[in-house]
């Protein structure tokens, strides 16, 4: 119930950032001071304010797709503005303690001040909305220290590369058009494996905008070895407000057959605690989710469980979604551990305050002779924006011992 106990908060953050913007306007234009101005500007403000909760509210279509929409564009816009209007407020404070006395300088400062604020607020909202729907391709070269020694007759693996990805959030945010954008990407690269590190789904499939067209865009992925996937925290039905859990009922949480069947005619093998051994010369597992896995009131087996019986010479590969227990799965015999997750913190401050949480939050770790791997995935959680991440798939060049 995050989401109920934020509502006083969020109410309190608009009114201070809406009281800023008359005081400021008024400052430059006499007209903006009269109350038909001020009640037009309130009540639009309101509507995009509250849009997160009409989305969640309205469930007739297509206006509750729109209000959704809608309201994942204001959470970033609003999060981005308070950030700006919250750091100008700080500053001008201090300034008008230490400096600045005179009451009519101070007006002028605070008109250019509000002008600059403005102009940082519209070019950052623009930034995060444009490059949260351009994919990056990321290359990381990444040594196993194994030698693969197949049966008679075969050629060992030297080099495996690797498309990860995770976090396609496929939902009201992320559709057909970055799944294409993804899949060419990825053939682009011409790699011999793809790992999909969980949270395909943003908890409704009925999100989803045309979910048969995008299982014909990921069923176009190319791969000599396949494409493999685990369970996210995300990919079970969930009622959701501004991309926090409400729990309504004491209902018991159930997955979605949907979502399996989603994954088969997109051609796509889930891992549910549960391992493959490809081409007789390397292993990949998925672990089922952390937090799924709470919720179902289910158990995941630990990694020793899922690695007893392998053959500890040849290189395994961990997906888990959430990078998490990583001393586990190096004692377990994990050699890579494929992860998401994170988003690599999605918005500022994000990015800088995920690596308190995350032993990796992003990118590439050493843990004894296992490299655990986090990208910041493909798609967005809440606010569709991207500032201070980027989307993107990571191409890892495995490569093993030759001697």
Same mark, same amino acid.
């Given at each position: 119930?995050?989401?109920?106990?934020?509502?006083?908060?969020?109410?309190?953050?608009?009114?201070?950032?809406?009281?800023?913007?008359?005081?400021?306007?008024?400052?430059?234009?006499?007209?903006?001071?009269?109350?038909?101005?001020?009640?037009?500007?309130?009540?639009?403000?309101?509507?995009?304010?509250?849009?997160?909760?009409?989305?969640?509210?309205?469930?007739?279509?297509?206006?509750?797709?729109?209000?959704?929409?809608?309201?994942?564009?204001?959470?970033?816009?609003?999060?981005?503005?308070?950030?700006?209007?919250?750091?100008?407020?700080?500053?001008?404070?201090?300034?008008?303690?230490?400096?600045?006395?005179?009451?009519?300088?101070?007006?002028?400062?605070?008109?250019?001040?509000?002008?600059?604020?403005?102009?940082?607020?519209?070019?950052?909202?623009?930034?995060?909305?444009?490059?949260?729907?351009?994919?990056?391709?990321?290359?990381?070269?990444?040594?196993?220290?194994?030698?693969?020694?197949?049966?008679?007759?075969?050629?060992?693996?030297?080099?495996?590369?690797?498309?990860?990805?995770?976090?396609?959030?496929?939902?009201?945010?992320?559709?057909?058009?970055?799944?294409?954008?993804?899949?060419?990407?990825?053939?682009?690269?011409?790699?011999?494996?793809?790992?999909?590190?969980?949270?395909?789904?943003?908890?409704?499939?009925?999100?989803?905008?045309?979910?048969?067209?995008?299982?014909?865009?990921?069923?176009?992925?190319?791969?000599?070895?396949?494409?493999?996937?685990?369970?996210?925290?995300?990919?079970?039905?969930?009622?959701?407000?501004?991309?926090?859990?409400?729990? !309504?009922?004491? +209902?018991?949480? &159930?997955?979605?057959?949907?979502?399996?069947?989603?994954? /088969? @005619?997109?051609? *796509?093998? %889930?891992?549910?605690?549960?391992?493959?051994?490809?081409?007789?010369?390397?292993?990949?597992?998925?672990?089922?989710?952390?937090?799924?896995?709470?919720? !179902?009131?289910? +158990?995941?087996? &630990?990694?020793?469980?899922?690695?007893?019986?392998?053959? /500890? @010479?040849?290189? *395994?590969? %961990?997906?888990?979604?959430?990078?998490?227990?990583?001393?586990?799965?190096?004692?377990?015999?994990?050699?890579?551990?494929?992860?998401?997750?994170?988003?690599?913190?999605?918005?500022?401050?994000?990015?800088?305050?995920?690596?308190?949480?995350?032993?990796?939050?992003?990118? *590439?770790? %050493?843990?004894?002779?296992?490299?655990?791997?986090?990208?910041?995935?493909?798609?967005?959680?809440?606010?569709?924006?991207?500032?201070?991440?980027?989307?993107?798939?990571?191409?890892?060049?495995?490569?093993?011992?030759?001697?």
């Amino acid at each position: 119930m995050i989401a109920v106990i934020l509502a006083p908060l969020y109410i309190i953050l608009n009114i201070f950032v809406l009281t800023r913007f008359f005081k400021w306007i008024s400052l430059i234009f006499e007209w903006a001071k009269s109350k038909v101005f001020r009640i037009s500007v309130s009540i639009l403000y309101a509507f995009f304010m509250i849009s997160p909760l009409l989305g969640f509210l309205i469930e007739k279509a297509p206006y509750h797709r729109i209000l959704r929409i809608i309201g994942n564009y204001w959470m970033g816009i609003f999060l981005i503005t308070l950030l700006s209007v919250l750091g100008f407020t700080v500053i001008g404070l201090i300034l008008r303690l230490l400096i600045l006395k005179d009451r009519e300088k101070n007006k002028r400062i605070y008109k250019v001040a509000g002008l600059v604020c403005l102009v940082l607020i519209v070019s950052l909202n623009t930034y995060g909305f444009i490059n949260s729907g351009i994919i990056r391709v990321t290359h990381q070269n990444i040594t196993v220290n194994k030698k693969i020694e197949p049966s008679e007759g075969k050629e060992p693996i030297k080099q495996l590369k690797v498309a990860l990805i995770a976090d396609t959030h496929l939902g009201y945010s992320i559709g057909e058009k970055q799944m294409k954008q993804m899949v060419d990407k990825i053939n682009e690269q011409d790699v011999d494996l793809v790992v999909l590190a969980g949270d395909i789904f943003d908890n409704n499939y009925s999100a989803i905008d045309k979910p048969e067209k995008i299982e014909k865009v990921l069923a176009q992925l190319k791969t000599k070895y396949g494409v493999y996937a685990c369970w996210g925290n995300h990919d079970i039905p969930e009622v959701l407000l501004s991309g926090f859990t409400l729990r !309504l009922s004491d +209902k018991p949480y &159930e997955k979605d057959p949907r979502f399996d069947e989603f994954l /088969k @005619n997109s051609k *796509i093998t %889930m891992l549910e605690d549960e391992s493959v051994k490809i081409d007789d010369q390397f292993y990949i597992f998925g672990r089922k989710d952390y937090s799924m896995v709470e919720k !179902l009131k289910e +158990k995941r087996k &630990e990694v020793a469980e899922l690695t007893e019986g392998m053959d /500890k @010479n040849l290189p *395994i590969i %961990m997906i888990d979604h959430q990078p998490k227990e990583l001393g586990k799965a190096r004692d377990g015999g994990v050699d890579v551990a494929l992860s998401g997750h994170t988003h690599g913190g999605q918005i500022f401050p994000g990015n800088l305050t995920v690596k308190i949480p995350w032993e990796n939050p992003y990118g *590439i770790l %050493m843990k004894g002779d296992m490299t655990s791997c986090v990208t910041s995935g493909v798609g967005v959680w809440g606010p569709n924006m991207r500032l201070g991440s980027n989307p993107e798939i990571m191409i890892l060049n495995m490569k093993f011992r030759t001697n």
